[in-house]
């Protein structure tokens, strides 16, 4: 309650909080001026808590951002010397990612400054976890675009249709499993899930962009306004 209280003094209640106070004034009887108007004012509650939640998320962000923006192995594009990284957590049986998936082409192709990191966050069921095994090993063998592009293009993942996309872009099961074996693929997946958790990620596909998060398909705008908002800090 303390950090909405914060949040919410310095918003819409400051000014209860100015007309009422004090020099002398102690912590209850701020805290009851901010109770006085939640009461009557009970709508800022929803908008405060977001507020705080991107906070904590911008801090999570700046905490590990190494962690969130160092890609594994190939599964990256765009330019090496980036001013803006853009980070993707997807699933390839998500819809939403599907969806996003023209907007950020759109963004690289237009954006020379721009780099594009995927990773891998399956959420969706055991086939999705089977296609971010396989796309890891594609990253690691420099294949991974062509991976991306192929499996997508073959719809959502079924057991047939990532083994049809792996052999497609020259993957073969022995690649695949050498780096399931090696354990790379589950501590991969473990990172990622943590890292998403991080940043109150619920669903598939979230953005990270600067220390903006974005949850969802937000579309073309969204993310071109956010690569702008990060290029100018």
């Known amino acids: 309650m303390a950090g909405v209280i914060g949040v919410l003094v310095g918003g819409g209640a400051v ?11 102690d912590r209850v009887g701020i805290e009851k001026i901010v109770h006085a108007y939640l009461l009557e004012h009970p709508e800022v509650i929803p908008e405060a808590m977001e507020r705080l939640q991107d906070r904590e998320a911008a801090k999570a962000v700046d905490a590990n951002r190494a962690a969130y923006e160092t890609p594994f192995a190939g599964a990256w594009g765009g330019a090496k010397d980036a001013d803006v990284t853009l980070v993707e957590f997807f699933d390839y049986s998500c819809g939403y990612c ?28 055991p086939d999705s976890e089977k296609a971010a095994q396989v796309s890891l090993a594609a990253a690691k063998a420099g294949k991974f675009h062509e991976y991306f592009e192929r499996l997508y293009a073959l719809g ?18 022995d690649m695949v499993q050498q ?21 109150r990620g619920n669903g598939t596909p979230v953005f990270i962009v600067g220390d903006e998060v974005l949850h969802g398909a937000v579309g073309y705008d969204a993310l071109k306004a956010a690569i702008a908002e990060a290029r100018k800090s």
């Open 15 to 25: 000014a209860l909080w100015a007309q009422g106070s004090g020099e002398g004034r």
């Open 98 to 125: 599907r969806r996003s998936n023209a907007d950020v082409e759109r963004l690289l192709g237009e954006d020379k400054k721009l780099k594009v990191v995927w990773r891998e966050w399956p959420v969706l069921g």
């Open 156 to 173: 959502r993942p079924t057991e047939r249709s990532i083994e049809q996309a792996a052999r497609d872009v020259g993957l073969t099961a």
């Open 179 to 199: 780096v399931i074996a090696s354990g790379e693929a589950r501590a991969e997946l473990a990172k990622n899930y943590q890292l998403a958790q991080a940043v």
